[in-house]
């Protein structure tokens, strides 16, 4: 599991079965910095796993990846999900669909950098 490729492909199988925080454990640098649109960033790979599992406590997630590219030369992944969103509350358990991108910076066969992009999610 040398290239780029090779990590991705797992770390897509982690996070389109319900394994988020495993991807993140296994394949976010110490040091990662994760964005969503322009909010301030969360830093630090502990940090970016206490917020998903409190986001993941809220909200159940289903995703799908309709399509990636892969840089390998500059160890880049640009990726397009398709999101269901169901709110874990039980007086508002609404479905909300977003399609999401991600571009994705690695650097030693870690996620370095992340960034989110989205826009208002719908509901279903």
């Known amino acids: 599991m040398n290239e780029l490729k090779d990590k991705v492909e797992v770390f897509n199988r982690l996070i389109t079965t319900d394994q988020t925080v495993k991807a ?5 640098a110490e040091e990662v910095e994760l964005q969503e649109n322009e909010a301030v960033p969360t830093t630090g790979k502990q940090n970016c796993i206490s917020r998903e599992k409190f986001l993941l406590g809220k909200f159940g997630l289903a995703l799908v990846i309709t ?6 030369a500059n160890q880049v992944v640009f990726s397009e999900y398709e999101m269901t969103i169901t ?5 508002d358990q609404k479905l909300i669909y977003r399609t999401e991108i991600s571009v994705q910076q690695w650097e030693n066969g870690r996620v370095k950098k992340e960034k989110f992009y989205y826009n208002e999610a719908k509901s279903l």
């Open 87 to 91: 709110n874990k509350n039980k007086e």
């Open 67 to 72: 399509k990636q590219a892969i840089d390998e």
């Open 24 to 28: 993140m454990e296994l394949f976010y």
